[in-house]
C-alpha cells in the first residue's frame, strides 16, 4: 500500500499550506517528511513512513531522516512505519524499534489500527463480504429518491463542511479546520488525489464524504450527514459506492482508515465507528504506531516535559470546568 500522506500529491498540499516539505530515497527505501512545531522546538514528521523494503532499508531510511533533522534545527524526528522491521521471528515489532532508539510517542497521531478491503476481489465477493444491510441500501436506495454522485469541483466541499459543523456542534469533538478541508480540496481535487462524494436527495445533499487516493489506495477519510434525513442511512450506500468507484478504477485497497483495536472499550476514540467500518468487510491491520527517534537528547526531554506541563494544565482546566458545571445545576 502507497499511503496518500507518502505521496507526491500530499508533498504539493503540504507546500501550498506552507509547510517546508522534505522528499527522499535511496535503494529500497523512500519517505516524506515536514518540519513542525515552532519556539517550543521543532521535529521532522514522517506520516506513515518511512516506506522500507528491509530491515536495513529502515535503517537508512532513519539515517537520512536524522541528517536531515539536524540540518534543519530539529530535535527529534517522528515516524511512523507500517512495520516494525524485525530482523527475525522472536523480534516483536515494539522491540525492534526501541532497539533502534526509537521511543513511543506521547501522541499517537495517525491511526494504529485500520481495515483494509483487497479490491483485486470479485465485485460480487466484495459485496458479500457486506452485512446485508449495507448490499439492500446499496442496491435500493435510488428507490428513496436518493442517488449517489462523485464530484471533482473543490467548491463542493462546502457541503462536507456544513455537515460537519453539525455533527461536531451536536458531538462536542474536535474536527479539522474549515480552511485545512478547503486547501485539500483545493490541491488534491484537481490532479484526481481526492473526491467528494454526495448523497442527495431529490437533487439536494445530504450526505458527503471526501476520500484520498494514492496510486493504489483509496483512504475514506472525512464523512458526515444530515441529521434530518438520518433514517435514510444514506451513508451507507455513500462507502459502498466509493468503494466500488476504487475497483472500477484500478485500485487495489481500500483502507476505511481508523478502527478500534480488538477488545477496546468505549473510551477508545475510534470505538464509536468501529463497528460501521467492518460492516463493509475487509480484514484489520495493525501498525507499531507513532514513535519519536530523538536527535537532540536535551532538546526531546525538555519538548517532551513542555508537552507533560501542558496537557497536565489542560487536564486540571477541563475538570474545573466541569466542577463549575456541575455546580451550576445542582
Not at 163 to 190: G, I, W
Not at 250 to 274: C, I, K, M, R, V
Request: charged fraction near 25%.
Amino acid at each position: 500500500m502507497v499511503h496518500i500522506l507518502q505521496s507526491p500529491a500530499w508533498a504539493q498540499f503540504q507546500q501550498s499550506i506552507g509547510h517546508r516539505v522534505i522528499q527522499a530515497a535511496g535503494p529500497g527505501w523512500r519517505y516524506l517528511a515536514t518540519v513542525e512545531g515552532g519556539s517550543a522546538g521543532r521535529y521532522l514528521y514522517c506520516p506513515y513512513g518511512p516506506e522500507a523494503d528491509s530491515p536495513q532499508a529502515f535503517d537508512r531510511a532513519l539515517e537520512d531522516l536524522v541528517a536531515r533533522a539536524k540540518t534543519h534545527r530539529c530535535w527529534f524526528v517522528r515516524v511512523e512505519p507500517v512495520n516494525g522491521h524485525t530482523v527475525d521471528g522472536l523480534e516483536t515489532p515494539e522491540a525492534s524499534l526501541r532497539r533502534r532508539g526509537l521511543k513511543r510517542s506521547p501522541r499517537q497521531v495517525q491511526p494504529g489500527h485500520t481495515q483494509v478491503i483487497d479490491l483485486r476481489r470479485d465485485t460480487k465477493d466484495l459485496l458479500k463480504d457486506m452485512k446485508s444491510t449495507n448490499r439492500n441500501l446499496y442496491r435500493n436506495i435510488h428507490k428513496k429518491g436518493v442517488s449517489i454522485e462523485r464530484s471533482e469541483d473543490p467548491q463542493d466541499i462546502r457541503y462536507l463542511l456544513a455537515f460537519l459543523e453539525d455533527t461536531a456542534k451536536r458531538r462536542n469533538f474536535h474536527r479539522q479546520q474549515d480552511d485545512y478541508l478547503r486547501a485539500v480540496a483545493e490541491s488534491l481535487m484537481p490532479v484526481g488525489a481526492a473526491s467528494l462524494y454526495l448523497a442527495k436527495l431529490e437533487g439536494e445533499p445530504i450526505a458527503a464524504s471526501l476520500v484520498y487516493d494514492s496510486p493504489d489506495t483509496r483512504t475514506y477519510a472525512h464523512a458526515a450527514m444530515d441529521r434530518a434525513h438520518r433514517k435514510l442511512s444514506a451513508g451507507i450506500p455513500l462507502v459502498v459506492t466509493m468503494i466500488m468507484d476504487a475497483k472500477e478504477k484500478g485500485l487495489t485497497w481500500f483502507d476505511l482508515f481508523g478502527t478500534a483495536p480488538e477488545g477496546a472499550g468505549p473510551e477508545h476514540e475510534w470505538h464509536g465507528f468501529t463497528a460501521f467500518k467492518k460492516s463493509f468487510g475487509g480484514e484489520p491491520v495493525s501498525y507499531p504506531g507513532t514513535w519519536d527517534l530523538p536527535v537532540s537528547r536535551v532538546g526531546y526531554t525538555v519538548y517532551s516535559g513542555a508537552r507533560a506541563a501542558r496537557e497536565a494544565l489542560s487536564t486540571a482546566q477541563t475538570k474545573l470546568r466541569e466542577m463549575h458545571t456541575t455546580k451550576e445545576t445542582s
